[in-house]
């Protein structure tokens, strides 16, 4: 499939390219991702105007917020591993908390689920912050420190409300759970079992220093490029990583399989719009990702800004394509990714889909598969082998498809995601000759139809 992407490779560049140059960039580096593949990537203009060094697809960008996908991952971990619960209050947490403001009642509605999708109402930015100064205090601890300087400025739970202190605060939270310090965490836990060598907080390695893009302010009056601001302090959990294209594209076939890092099942719930954002119903927050619907498609993603760079990653799961754009100049990264990725997408969703051999029905669920009676609502279901699972089917709600896992006790099944009855039990019975006669699916017994002369 990379090869039917590949395929699009000039449409991609010039697309790119004209980007470049109607925005006046001084250059960028960007990528196409196909499942497990960097399918197409490509250098377009400078990565440093002075020493007329050219962008590639190894050249490091200043990632910024997309580091915040990194850190609500290393939270997941925490979670699934039973350190933490995500709708446990931050001040458990974090003790110092306690002397932060809220009017709307009390501070255990601070919760880490909330900060995770940017719904906790918690103020955006660290106390005494000016960007136009280029004041940030990075270091949680000293915020904390000042933590009745903080406070809620809206309900929770009532809008979109994103917080740079709420992900520095969720870092915290990772380093005193695990034991161990933030950037130890990220590398040890994410980094290194996806073999990204090239994405790294500060300090950086010489080897990673030499491959830095320069940063570049907006232009204003002049063609002339001025050199973005220095940087003051450490950003770690809300913006701290430098990646580039090679290495952001093993982060978005992660987020096709995850199995390095995550079990399916905490990938798609991460995946997951939990609001809508607007009334137009085009932007989502799920955790850690933020999701953008554009002509009918849902691309899940996350932006990045910080003084000279502008960053985007975003993917559609259905179709496991995804697009990086990495810029060391001021424009809409976003729109570029939408439309590399959208070109890539349809590409792949034209393509005539490979033909595998179905899965063979084991032996032993033979005898569940067919017709099923509800009684008292007149219904017939089926329950069918699909692509490799045990699934109900009911032809008076096409959209009622739950798959069944298989648990330690023979016959009893476990609701899979993403229905009602998720997570609670399906039991067959079976009559003195072994013969299944109904099934008792959550809460509704129904019988089993033998086929005639059965």
């Known amino acids: 499939m990379a090869s039917v992407v590949a395929g699009k490779a000039s449409e991609l560049e010039a697309k790119a390219a004209s980007f470049v140059k109607e925005h006046r960039l001084p250059g960028a580096a960007v990528g196409v991702v196909h499942e497990d593949k960097l399918a197409w990537s490509t250098g377009i203009g400078f990565a440093d105007v002075k020493r007329k060094r050219l962008a590639d697809p190894k050249t490091l960008y200043r990632i910024a917020s997309i580091t915040k996908t990194f850190t609500a991952t290393a939270i997941m971990q925490l979670r699934d591993e039973g350190k933490l619960a995500l709708d446990d209050p931050v001040v458990t947490h974090l003790p110092e908390l306690a002397s932060a403001t809220s009017t709307f009642g009390p501070i255990e509605g601070l919760t880490i689920r909330r900060l995770l999708s940017h719904e906790s109402g918690l103020q955006s930015e660290p106390p005494d912050t000016d960007f136009a100064a280029v004041r940030y205090e990075t270091e949680a601890a000293r915020n904390l420190a000042r933590a009745a300087d903080m406070s809620l400025t809206v309900p929770p739970n009532t809008q979109w409300k994103y917080s740079n202190l709420g992900y520095q605060l969720l870092g915290e939270i990772v380093a005193l759970t695990s034991g161990m310090p933030y950037a130890k965490f990220i590398r040890s836990r994410i980094l290194t079992p996806l073999k990204m060598t090239s994405t790294s907080l500060e300090p950086l390695s010489q080897r990673l220093r030499a491959r830095r893009a320069t940063g570049y302010e907006p232009r204003f009056l002049s063609d002339e490029l001025d050199l973005a601001p220095a940087e003051t302090g450490v950003f770690e959990a809300e913006g701290g990583l430098w ?36 009334e137009a119903w085009t932007r989502a927050w799920a955790i850690g990702w933020y999701a953008f619907r554009k002509d009918d498609v849902v691309w899940l993603m996350h932006s990045g800004g910080h003084y000279g760079y502008i960053t985007n990653a975003c993917f559609d799961p259905k179709e496991k394509v995804g697009a990086i754009v990495l810029l060391n100049g001021f424009a809409l990264a976003t729109q570029l990714a939408m439309e590399l990725g959208a070109i890539a997408r349809e590409a792949v969703r034209t393509t005539a889909p490979v033909i595998e051999p179905p899965a063979a029905l084991p032996e032993e669920w033979k005898p569940l598969v067919g017709l099923y009676l509800m009684q008292h609502f007149g219904g017939l279901v089926r329950l069918e082998w699909r692509d490799g699972k045990l699934t109900f089917l009911d032809e008076t709600d096409p959209t009622w498809t739950p798959t069944l896992e298989a648990t330690d006790e023979p016959d009893v099944f476990r609701v899979e995601p993403g229905f009602r009855e998720s997570g609670e039990l399906v039991r067959f019975t079976r009559d003195r000759k072994g013969r299944v006669v109904s099934v008792m699916a959550a809460v509704m017994t129904m019988d089993r139809l033998e086929p005639v002369g059965g």
Not at 259 to 267: H, Y
């Open 243 to 278: 990646s580039c294209v090679e290495d952001l594209a093993k982060w978005l076939s992660c987020q096709f399989d995850a199995g390095p890092i995550l079990s399916e099942q905490t990938a798609a719930e991460m995946h997951r719009p939990r609001y809508i954002v607007d």
